[in-house]
């Protein structure tokens, strides 16, 4: 089983879901370089959005893009 950091989350990308009908909102949450979240580091808020978002892929997000986060 890999570490935390040994799966790429420390290597900072996120998995972003753009809304499709309002250009400013988006919900992002942290991942690997695959785009697999890793849930037990996610607030119980933010596991709830993730799933909901991954419910509505299509009708209300696009599809998701992993992309690497520039951190500061």
């Not at 991942?31 to 892929?57: I, M, P, Q």
Request: glycine residues 6%; proline residues 3%.
């Amino acid at each position: 089983m890999n570490s935390y950091s040994d799966s790429g989350f420390a290597a900072g990308y996120e998995i972003r879901f753009q809304s499709l009908f309002n250009e400013g909102r988006a919900l992002s949450f942290p991942c690997d370089a695959d785009g697999h979240v890793h849930l037990d580091t996610l607030s119980e808020r933010a596991r709830d959005n993730y799933f909901y978002a991954r419910t509505v892929v299509g009708r209300e997000f696009a599809t998701p893009m992993v992309r690497r986060c520039h951190l500061h």
